[in-house]
């Protein structure tokens, strides 16, 4: 009970660091060209999509448990 | 980036021959993770088919997986993400010292990843004696998937550890360093194949 | 990335330094030609040994009784006879061998992206085909090429070994797909754009991504009957759970892709055949090109129709059967452009013109008997009958295996500087087609009639046919033995043939037979469409390659 709290505590902090970088990577790069400078923005925008998917599940929000 | 950019901002190490190898070094390895995306999209058609053949999931006996743990665990993939990423960017703006720290920092997040793994599978196999060829197709599908994203991190972190051995030799320089942008296309892939997979065992 | 980044003098022309010795010229060869034709003389050795397979089949059904091998064995036969005719024969023969072969001459390269991966995807296909004929040692699969569970669950242990084998040849596809994407998109020589490509490289083309994508499903699928089989991990066990169909859904996800990978480079054959020996522009380039494409594209789309008997929701088979109707549009585009470019030519009935004709013929009837199959009440009538024997002989065999002998006698000059005899070469085509339609026209009626396929035995009314068909296939066997004797023979005493016996216009005629290992003196300059035989030939920069000078790049050493 004390230890999911800690975990849920931790991914939505986290969670949170890690999506407002991938977010704003992805505004700094919005104008690169490339390949693969554009494969690196959709997986930057979908690592942020993660991340909002880590907060919620932290959050309870989705994913729901019996705790 | 273009051949034409690339040729630009060369520092005298570049030649021609290099940028048109790399181009097509690059496109290779993108095929590459385009076929070894559809070999995880059809374990997870797999997944899914069983998935909703059954009598409901998770199957009668077994408990629903450990979410908060899982969300943190995502958490710790998906920074390591963000870290290879300022690692490439930093690599290309000739900072080497802070390029190193976010290396080893994704290789430190990437070995955490496969530890959290470790002790969730250690968790299910003794605590809940959910095992791969014991439970069903549970145990079948969860572990043969989640497996086979440990081993491609696995791989990942072995790649990245090359990384900073040939970095260290001196292999890479600002003109040349098509081994680096593959091994972020390769990191982030593993990190978006997880983002599906999160969310079709944990979230759904 | 945009074509333009194509550079001129095509992309890093430098040209490797020539191999040294025996080993690093002929058997470790990074030559993409001789890559090919080390690709096509183990497709054919492996053609060889399932060809005597097929062989086996004919003379067990000779009775209805059988009797010349037990049915268990019988079971083993045809299992590894289909498994190794589609992934160690047509396959390899027609991506690996022609595809490897002829299409980076045809775009004007110096070879194909990443010639080490060739290499290497080379010599994984003679380990795989070794591994899959080993499996007879421990026990062969038994529930044919599709090895559908719960049977193959069962099967003996070299099931798992086939699961290995197909698995592996599987990457050795896998890898020659990223090559030829990555050389067709990249490595063109200068004003070789899309439209201007050659056809046999539209088919290529149409056909690497398939095997790219498509194959690496089938892989997923393999390992997954493997761990159940080795680990008893539940995948496809009823009782445990998993289940039978969802094989039948990922083996066909793969394998209907299967059956354009092994009939788009036949039609890309056919498409360089025919304009060639009716000296008249192809008709309907675009619409050949693009209808390739349509075919690879619409092929991903409609696996399911192989499964109509294994419950699938009513909903899904209706789209799935109109999908299938559809794949026939572009492929009657193909007949009807072939025809006409045939209509007023110049015809030349060589040996290569005629395999082509007899593939439009067979091609035909086999494609017109795969609509038939589309429509669900037919197909709940004959699946699993001598019909659905028949229809993928006709495109496999007449289809696929007719446009390889064209291939055959059409390119052998360029492989070895000699042409096959075209004597023997008639020969071999009026009896192939003769055993062909003499085995495989009698299967529709006796499908038709209810004879199951895959059965060691059969009900003794329809004896005359199969007896019939046994004696049609020795014909058959036999016109293949004349085709090797041919090479065999051609190979020391054929005529010389010179750069261009056939007067064919596309870039690998315009240089010597066979070509230097590196291909072209100069990248040569592409103006126009190969096909317009009352123009002068679209290429510039062609002065030098019939003369003795040395190439314009010195080899060097990277």
């Known amino acids: ?28 790069d919005w104008h690169a060209v490339g390949v693969e400078n554009n494969v690196f923005k959709l997986m930057l925008f979908l690592l942020g999509v993660g991340a909002i998917l880590a907060i919620l599940a932290g959050l309870n929000v989705i994913g729901f448990t019996a705790s | 980036m273009t051949a034409a ?104 997040l990437g070995a955490g990843f496969l530890a959290g793994q ?87 | 990335m945009s074509v333009a980044a194509v550079h001129p003098g095509g992309i890093a022309d430098h040209i490797h330094p020539e191999p040294q010795g025996f080993v690093r010229r002929y058997v470790f060869s990074l030559d993409h030609k001789i890559i090919g034709i080390q690709y096509i003389i183990t497709a054919f050795v492996f053609f060889m040994l399932s060809g005597l397979l097929a062989e086996v089949i004919r003379t067990q ?79 062969a699969p038994t529930a044919g090429w599709m090895e559908y569970p719960p049977v193959s669950l069962q099967g003996a242990a070299g099931t798992s070994m086939w699961c290995a084998a197909i698995f592996l040849v599987g990457v050795s596809s896998t890898m020659t797909g990223i090559n030829f994407v990555v050389t067709i998109l990249k490595m063109r020589a200068p004003g070789m754009t899309f439209t201007r490509m050659p056809l046999f490289c539209w ?33 496809y066990d009823p009782t445990k759970g998993g289940s039978p169909v969802m094989w039948q859904h990922m083996f066909w996800f793969y394998s209907h892709p299967a059956v354009y990978i092994m009939i788009l480079p036949a039609f890309g054959i056919i498409s360089e055949v025919l304009p060639t020996f009716s000296r008249k522009p192809i008709f309907g380039y675009k619409l050949i090109a693009f209808s390739s494409m349509a075919i690879a594209l619409a092929g991903f789309m409609v696996w399911a129709h192989h499964m109509f008997t294994s419950g699938l929701a009513p909903f899904l088979q209706l789209p799935f059967m109109i999908l299938t109707f559809v794949i026939g549009v572009p492929t009657g585009i193909k007949i009807f452009s072939w025809t006409a470019t045939l209509f007023g030519g110049k015809i030349h009935f060589s040996t290569a013109m005629l395999f082509a004709l007899g593939f439009i013929g067979l091609f035909t009837l086999g494609g017109i008997t795969g609509i038939f199959l589309a429509a669900i009440p037919f197909d709940l009538h004959v699946h699993g009958t001598y019909f659905i024997v028949a229809h993928l002989h006709y495109v496999l065999v007449g289809g696929s295996l007719m446009g390889v002998f064209a291939g055959m006698y059409y390119w052998f000059p360029k492989m070895s500087g000699r042409l096959l005899n075209e004597t023997l070469g008639k020969w071999h085509f009026w009896l192939f087609f003769l055993g062909f339609n003499g085995t495989f026209i009698p299967m529709h009626w006796l499908g038709m009639l209810g004879m199951p396929r895959e059965v ?83 290429y510039k920069g062609l002065d030098e390659e019939l003369t003795d000078s040395p190439p314009a790049v010195a080899a060097g050493a990277h």
């Not at chain 1, 999911?4 to 704003?24: D, K, L, M």
């Not at chain 2, 003794?126 to 599908?141: D, K, L, M, N, P």
């Not at chain 3, 398939?210 to 991990?233: D, K, P, Q």
């Not at chain 3, 590196?518 to 126009?528: A, D, L, Q, R």
């Open chain 1, 1 to 28: 009970m004390n230890g999911a709290i800690v975990e849920r505590f931790g991914a939505v902090v986290a969670g949170i660091v890690v999506a407002v970088v991938s977010f704003y990577s992805l505004y700094k």
């Open chain 2, 5 to 108: 950019t690339l040729a630009h901002d060369a520092h005298g190490d570049v030649d021609q021959l290099y940028i048109e190898t790399r181009e097509l070094r690059l496109q290779g390895f993108l095929l590459f993770l385009i076929s070894d995306c559809v070999l995880f999209s059809s374990f997870i058609f797999a997944y899914l088919y069983m998935r909703n053949s059954g009598q409901g999931w998770p199957p009668p006996g077994i408990h629903r997986l450990d979410v908060p743990f899982a969300a943190w665990n995502s958490v710790v993939l998906f920074g390591s993400g963000a870290t290879m990423h300022y690692a490439l960017e930093n690599f290309k703006h000739g900072h080497w010292m802070r390029y190193m720290i976010f290396l080893l920092a994704t290789i430190v």
């Open chain 2, 118 to 204: 470790g002790y969730e599978y250690t968790h299910l196999i003794y605590g809940e004696h959910v095992t791969w060829a014991g439970s069903g197709i549970f145990g079948a599908s969860f572990f043969t998937l989640t497996g086979m994203h440990g081993l491609h991190v696995f791989i990942g972190v072995c790649y990245l550890t090359v990384l900073v051995l040939q970095s260290s030799a001196g292999v890479y320089t600002r003109g040349k360093y098509f081994g680096i942008t593959a091994g972020t296309l390769y990191w982030h892939f593993v990190d978006v194949i997880w983002v599906v997979l999160f969310s079709i065992f944990y979230l759904i």
């Open chain 3, 61 to 139: 059904l000779l009775n209805p009784n059988g009797g010349f091998v037990s049915s268990d064995t019988y079971n083993e036969v045809y299992s590894v006879h289909g498994s190794a005719m589609v992934w160690l024969v047509i396959i390899p023969l027609l991506t690996g061998g022609f595809g490897n072969l002829v299409f980076p001459l045809q775009i004007g390269a110096r070879d194909v992206a990443f010639p080490w991966l060739n290499m290497l995807s080379f010599w994984i296909f003679p380990v795989s085909g070794l591994m899959l004929f080993a499996s007879f040692l421990m026990g």
């Open chain 3, 203 to 235: 088919g290529q083309f149409a056909t690497a991504p398939l095997l790219m994508i498509a194959t690496t499903a089938l892989a997923a699928a393999l390992a997954a009957l493997f761990i159940e089989r080795e680990f008893g991990v539940p995948f």
């Open chain 3, 456 to 538: 060691a035995t059969y009900d003794p009314q329809f004896a005359f046919w199969n007896r019939f068909e046994s004696v049609a296939s020795y014909l058959m066997a036999f016109s293949i033995l004349l085709f090797f004797v041919n090479v065999l023979w051609s190979i020391r005493n054929g005529k010389r043939s010179g750069p261009n016996p056939w007067g064919g216009r596309t870039l690998e005629w315009q240089i010597p037979s066979p070509p230097h290992y590196y291909n072209f003196k100069h990248i040569p300059t592409v103006y126009g469409l190969p096909y317009d035989f009352a123009q002068p030939l679209p």
